[in-house]
């Protein structure tokens, strides 16, 4: 086992294949018993998150060759296929939320324009900057629910469980790539970067928000105003989490394998998945009975 989770980026190709279920296999979007809101809120992120990740993708494999360090360049063709995998299973879990909310299809949409504009007219700086940016906020947001796990998916529906403690274990993993592709074309330009962290996380929760309206006005909470109010405050609290968390990026002698919420003290539920997943067992399910062993033999 990997003494830091960032020593290691091993490309899991996992199909969870959402949008092929029928209606009585699909997931329910609010999957998460422990925590509702918290379902809708990484659903709401995700609208956006897989074309993003095809940004990436397409952002390292078109400067990659300017690369003169073969660690990194080893790490950001990891990167680059962990990212293709995420991509592909959630796109497929938007068009099976648009089953249920009818508005992520065009959500998804926007988002799919929004990433193939940027590569068409946006110029290399930018587009470097924004992943490394992006990034920032997967990998603090991994940590995050990782640590947060019994809060928020103790009890879940256990493909979902599965398909999201998988992604958060792995944008961990990968999390320092896209700052190191960053300092490798741009190491002096370090007031780019901290504007590019600002800039991605306005467009996080712009983003975010917009698909999150949907849903809480959907699952008709708007109808309880008090359950609506949660749901909000839910929102801010989790957006608030990810600025505080975000702090430390700001420094200049920052580096995500430093950050205080990820060191050599690894999050217990990944060290067991990473485990669990290395023995052979089933990645695309993850129920509370294999939470409770895989964390029992950690």
């Given at each position: ?51 993003f990740e095809r940004f990436l993708v397409e952002v390292m494999r078109k400067y990659r060759g300017g690369l003169t360090d073969p660690k990194l360049a080893e790490e950001v063709h990891a990167i680059m296929g962990q990212e293709a995998f995420h991509a592909f299973n ?209």
């Amino acid at each position: 086992m990997a003494v830091h989770p960032m020593d290691d980026i091993p490309v899991r190709r996992l199909k969870f294949k959402l949008d092929e279920d029928s209606a009585e296999e699909r997931p329910h979007p609010v999957w998460s018993r422990s925590c509702p809101d918290f379902s809708m809120f990484i659903n709401a992120l995700g609208i956006h998150v897989p074309y993003f990740e095809r940004f990436l993708v397409e952002v390292m494999r078109k400067y990659r060759g300017g690369l003169t360090d073969p660690k990194l360049a080893e790490e950001v063709h990891a990167i680059m296929g962990q990212e293709a995998f995420h991509a592909f299973n959630f796109v497929g879990w938007n068009k099976a939320m648009a089953h249920r909310y009818p508005r992520v299809e065009k959500l998804d949409e926007e988002a799919r324009k929004y990433f193939e504009d940027a590569l068409a007219t946006r110029d290399k700086k930018f587009q470097i900057a924004f992943t490394a940016g992006y990034e920032t906020f997967t990998f603090l947001g991994g940590m995050i629910v990782l640590d947060r796990y019994d809060e928020f998916m103790a009890d879940a529906d256990p493909k979902m469980r599965a398909l999201w403690v998988w992604h958060q274990v792995e944008e961990v993993e990968h999390g320092s790539v896209a700052f190191d592709f960053y300092q490798a074309f741009y190491a002096k330009h370090e007031w780019y970067r901290r504007w590019m962290v600002l800039y991605a996380f306005w467009h996080i929760l712009r983003e975010t928000f917009k698909g999150y309206a949907t849903m809480v006005r959907a699952e008709g909470f708007y109808r309880r105003p008090l359950r609506a109010l949660r749901a909000w405050r839910f929102f801010l609290s989790f957006g608030l989490d990810l600025a505080r968390a975000a702090l430390p990026v700001l420094s200049r002698k920052y580096h995500p394998r430093n950050h205080p919420i990820c060191n050599d003290q690894q999050n217990r539920v990944a060290v067991a998945w990473r485990k669990r997943i290395a023995g052979g067992a089933d990645p695309l399910s993850l129920t509370e009975g294999d939470v409770e062993r895989m964390l029992e033999g950690a």
